[in-house]
């Protein structure tokens, strides 16, 4: 008879389940799919939110709202909204200008707390006002929003820019010794664009980066992730400079911190092994001129690399991650000082090598 | 039934224990006499009386069941009413001594025509059975690209020529049961003497006892009988039409069971990876044969979660489709009236439906069908806006996959075993998913064939797994 107790128990277990009905069900077609949100603040301190969702019928829907905080603004917009809001697959957050010097934490809070929130929406810092480029661009849209994650990718791959999303960067602006910057964004000619990066520190945005100034700070941040390109014009050994474009496809960075009683002593060197895209003069299997462009590869990029860290040092942003050094080798000097006046007085010197290894199939 | 207790189960009586042990009386017309009421005088029982010089004699036998041509060679030596007859009448390998009515009651059913003679009590056999039959023809369900092209027939002799053929090997043991099931069916099992558990033998042997007295009309029976677990969803022998099959796993030591009138031999004991060989890993190099394999064991995988997957990520976690593939997806799910579970439900009965339907029909008419069915319905349906296309899509993956289980056996229990997980998956989830596959796992970890755990192929050794799962090129066979 034991088989058919079994059988008994069973069929009541299978009664019990479902009682508890379909609580926790989140059907994928009644979703509204967020794909993307833009933050502002407004002069009265309160949130303005704009999310772009994925509608029924397959088109962007934009709304915006006003609130006391940013779920505040969220609440207010869900009852505006034709079905439940769903936040798993955002793409992109972008966060205007003026919210951002007034600091990231508050308005990101919301994404950290939601267990079904997507980490890894590209987030960014956009120039003007983050509503704007979404009622211009994103209204009906479906591809300028997947447009935007692939120029995400695309300038991450040409070293424009960090790796930058909601998850990678919480632990980075937490930390007393480092620092982020994001993507900055702008409207060029009708259509939203990466321009630089936009520095911070700790969570407010103080400064911003162009775009060759980007590479380079990568560069000098150690990352290479694919191809970084410059063109600059080198003076032959007689007649006018011409233009030259490299390619760097690898990247060796050693960076050295003392800390003493005359403050912070950084140096940076970077070997890097380029490839030469572009250069009508030739010779290059000339071991002199190899040797002279080589040369002044390296010293115009040194110099450049200057200016980058005095903007780094200007924006009090210490992406580097000097401090964690400090702290690391030196913790009772980091016990005394106040990095962020120490910071953009400390010494900072930058070394660049460079290696032609391939100047393309002419000889 | 589920409410209340079940009624208790009856023995039949055996029918061959009620039969008394009579010796053959010396009397023929008493043997006659005998013989006509044990058959009740149906009309196929010919008997027929012949006198030599001194004495009288019968030839009897049932009309239906034997050949007239080997009777023929018989009857000069009854009909010779001058010359006294010596006993036996004539010699030859086939004619045997009863002397036992219910011996006779046997060998008359089996096709055999007896000689009765006035004083002396015993019958004489002459084998004179009508050997009609099928050709040993490559079975329908279980086709295969290189190899022998031979399958079983419905006649126990034939099948065991079949084997004996392939195996010629003197320890090859085939012992005929004597279970007296109602219809007098022969069943016989066939092992290596040497190779084979004789403790497997002995239990299968005590296991068949229980069907004496009932009419035995097909090896399903037989094979429910020997199964320890016979409500598990998983087959703990295989049944299989292929004499290459049957032979390749007597050389391992397994047990082969063949009954008469079935064309389906059953192999015991089993490991669960057994059901998922083909002769055609054999038949090919060992390259190709091992990644059939390996695609056929996915297919296991597939063919059982492949749909509550699908319904666990439309309805709870879509956050694992990378976005590329969410839009269209959400597309395609957008305007579908019915929840995830419900439609997948839909959609697997109709090829359920379909298959079934087309295992009817005749062949031209079946592919018809599959035609029918298949696009005709399947696009119609999404069309209709009634199931997603992607469901489609799932849905016809797992019928592929549950059919590329070389065992018919299994290929059903699969098809059945989807749904429970799919309600799993549609109440909770992955998780649903995860628990309902540990159910499975768990049924199967339980299971033992003969005292050979069903999951015997994993081994703690992993090179002894390893060794099973892969086909390297060399003598044996495994699993």
Known sequence: ?363 | MLFFKAPPKEKPVPLAAGLPDEPVSPSVSETIQWLQKEFGHSSDLVVTRYKDAEKELALIYVDTLTDKQKIQHVLPHLNSPQVPLSWPPFSSPSAQACRTYPEAVSALLEGYAAIAREGMPELILIQADSAFQRDVKEPEGERVIKGAHEGLVERLAINVHLIRKRVAHPKLMIDHLSIHTENRTTIALLYIDGKADPDVIRQAKDRLKELAGEPLLSINRVEQTLEEFPYSPFPQIINTERPDRLTSNLMEGRIVLLMNGSPVGLIFPISFLSLYQSPDDYNNRWLVGTFFRMIRLFSFVTAITLPSLYIAVVSFHFEVIPNELLFPLKNSVQDIPFPPLVEAIIMELTIDLIREAGVRLPTSIGQTIAIVGGLVIGDAVVKAGLVSNITIIIVALTAIASFAVPSSDLSGSLRILRFPLMVGAAMFGFLGVVIGFLFILLEMCRLESFGVPYLSVLDSRLRQTFKKFIRLPGGGTDG
């Open chain 1, 1 to 363: 008879m034991g088989f058919y107790k079994m059988i008994r128990m069973g069929v009541l277990l299978l009664i019990l389940l479902p009682l508890t009905g379909c609580w926790d069900q989140r059907l994928l077609k009644d979703s509204l799919l967020l794909i993307a949100s833009g933050f502002d603040v407004e002069d009265n301190g309160n949130v303005r939110l704009t999310m772009a969702v994925l509608s029924p019928r397959n088109k962007v829907l934009v709304f915006s709202g006003t609130g006391l905080s940013p779920h505040d603004a969220r609440n207010k917009l869900e009852e505006r909204m034709p079905g439940r809001l769903d936040n798993s697959n955002n793409r992109l957050v972008l966060i205007g200008e003026a919210a951002a010097k007034k600091g990231i934490y508050p308005l990101l809070d919301i994404f950290f707390r939601d267990p079904s929130s997507a980490l890894n929406a590209n987030i960014g810092v956009v120039k003007g006002s983050a509503e704007k480029y979404f009622t211009r661009h994103a209204k009906d849209k479906m591809e300028t929003l997947q447009n935007i994650d692939k120029m995400f990718t695309d300038k991450r791959q040409t070293n424009h820019i960090p790796l930058a999303n909601i998850q990678s960067i919480c632990p980075i602006f937490l930390d007393p010794g480092e620092d982020i910057i994001l993507p900055y964004l702008a409207d060029e000619k009708g259509d939203l664009s990466i321009i630089g990066n936009a520095l911070f520190n700790g969570l407010k945005m103080t400064g911003t980066l162009e775009k060759d100034e980007s590479i380079l700070c990568m560069l000098l941040k150690g990352s290479i992730v694919r191809t970084a390109s410059f063109t600059f014009p080198v003076k032959g050994k007689k007649g006018p400079a011409s233009p030259l474009s490299f390619q760097i496809y690898n990247n060796k960075r050693k960076l050295q911190v003392k800390a003493g009683p005359g403050g912070v002593d950084a140096r940076i060197d970077l070997k890097l092994n380029i490839e030469i895209m572009e250069y009508p003069p030739d010779n290059l299997s000339d071991q002199d001129t190899a040797g002279r462009i080589e040369g002044q590869l390296a010293d115009e990029l040194t110099s450049r690399s200057r200016r980058v860290l005095e903007k780094l040092q200007k924006a009090d942003c210490d992406f580097l991650g000097i401090g964690r050094r400090v702290i690391a080798y030196y913790p009772s000097y980091w016990k005394e000082t106040d990095w962020d006046k120490d910071y953009p007085k400390a010494a900072m010197t930058p070394e660049i090598r460079l290696h032609v290894l391939k100047h393309g199939i002419l000889n």
